[in-house]
């Protein structure tokens, strides 16, 4: 009885720890695919956010329905061909833990607006059901306000308002068949919040000697840190009430230290190691109340990225959604990221343009982000990068 007993935990242990292996995996790739996309979207800004995770999964739903070179350009730039068809199931797994976390309020969501008549291939949409939980809706020409309200309608209820006009008017012609839409909502308290009374205008050292004055939140307290003389980058770990989520603060040692910090993202090892042999020390800690609202069109960092064919009109293949000749016209995204000292609101959408082809103690240690830093928005169980950006000022 007892040898029985020994056995069946035995075997559930391990399918409790192959799943968290493919999430893992997931969370690796779609990692990597969120380093070489800050390459290419965030050099140039002060600051910025994004979602990974919004980004990653919406073209991976989209990749579906791609066929030959299309979707093998697709699978490697999202670094998931390793994984097989299998990515689906393991999306179809996070998306259904993501909108069962409590403690931190967090919803994603998925869906599909397709042109009136336009035939899709069923399995397609049967598979976006699936494994995305994405509901399938029709464009509405004629809505008032034009056909993209119904779509921005739907983004901003699902993130609570704070995505608002994703599309502009006009985005929507009559080549537009589908558009693929995905959502993410996070509304997360701290753990330890921050006292309103000890936030204050302080000095911010930005790049090139300005300084400028931000609205800074401290605290004496036991924060999880790693100083990493060797990457010469500070690390904080704020945690979320739960534990589960946790934003993290990547603050290079040199007040101009950022550029140095932006080349380390690229090594996928280096991203890892940020979130990793953190431990807890006493420190003043400072970190600038802020938010960050952008907008990207994601159409040419994701060509560099080497998706090249699926936006090539007459040479992209979606015959797994239509037998159609259609090709990605447009990829919209949109983030926004408020953090102050009750916790952080997130919010993000991806919209995928699908077009038919025509045209188109008393502390010894500080931890100061009183310089531009990278944060990292990050579940702590499945790995996932679910916000991403950087902060200047
Ligand atoms: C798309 O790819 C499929 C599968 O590789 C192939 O059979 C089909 O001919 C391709 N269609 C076009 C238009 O290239
Ligand atoms: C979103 O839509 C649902 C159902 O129509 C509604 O109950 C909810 O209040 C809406 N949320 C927002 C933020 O508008
Ligand atoms: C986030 O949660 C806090 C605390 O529960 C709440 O007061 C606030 O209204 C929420 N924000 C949004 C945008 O839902
Ligand atoms: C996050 O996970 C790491 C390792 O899995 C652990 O050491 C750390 O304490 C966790 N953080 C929180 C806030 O639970």
């Known amino acids: 009885m007892m040898i029985t007993y020994a056995v069946i935990v035995a075997i559930i242990g391990q399918l409790v720890s192959a799943d968290l292996q493919q999430q893992l995996a997931l969370s690796s790739a779609s990692s990597d695919f969120s380093q070489r996309l800050y390459q290419k979207v965030a050099l140039d800004k002060p600051s910025i956010v994004y979602s990974p995770y919004s980004i990653h999964s919406a073209l ?15 699978k490697n ?8 068809n299998s990515v689906h199931a393991i999306y179809k797994e996070l998306i259904q833990q993501i909108n069962s976390v409590t403690d931190v309020e967090l919803n994603t969501a998925n869906a599909i607006f397709v042109k009136p008549n336009f035939q899709i291939v069923p399995k397609f949409t049967q598979d976006t059901s699936e494994f995305y939980s994405a509901q399938t809706a029709n464009i509405d020409l004629s809505a008032d306000g034009g056909p993209e309200k119904p779509i921005n309608d739907f983004v901003a209820n699902k993130t609570k308002n704070i995505i608002q006009n994703i599309l502009p008017p006009g985005t929507i012609d009559s080549n537009t068949v589908m558009l693929l839409v995905n959502t993410i909502f996070f509304n997360g308290t701290w ?26 939140m401290n605290a004496d307290r036991y924060v999880n840190i790693k100083r990493d003389a060797v990457n010469k980058v500070d690390v904080a770990e704020l945690p979320f009430k739960g534990g589960r989520f946790s934003m993290y603060i990547a603050l290079p040692r040199a007040v101009d230290g950022i550029t140095d910090l932006e080349q380390l993202l690229v090594q996928p090892e280096k991203v890892k190691q940020l979130f990793t042999g953190l431990s807890s020390v006493r420190v003043q800690l400072s970190i600038p109340k802020f938010k960050t609202e952008t907008t990207l069109s994601l159409n040419t960092p994701l060509k560099d990225m080497g998706i090249r064919k699926a936006f090539i009109s007459n040479a992209a293949n979606f015959s797994g959604i239509t037998s159609a000749q259609v090709f990605i016209s447009q990829v919209l995204h949109k983030a926004v990221i408020e953090v102050k000292e009750t916790g952080t609101v997130a919010a993000a959408a991806t919209v995928i343009g699908v077009s038919l082809t025509s045209v188109q103690l008393p502390p010894t240690q500080a931890f100061i982000a009183d310089h531009p830093f990278v944060y990292f928005l990050r579940d702590n169980q499945t790995g996932q990068i679910l916000f991403q950006g950087k902060f200047s000022g």
Do not use: W, Y
């Open 77 to 84: 730039t999202l670094s998931i061909t390793s994984l097989g």
């Open 60 to 74: 991976t739903m989209t990749s579906l329905g791609a066929r030959g070179d299309t979707a093998t350009e697709m």
């Open 191 to 216: 753990r330890a919040p921050f006292e309103a009374h000890r936030t204050v205008s302080q000095d911010f050292k930005q790049l090139r000697g300005a300084v400028k004055q931000v609205q800074m």
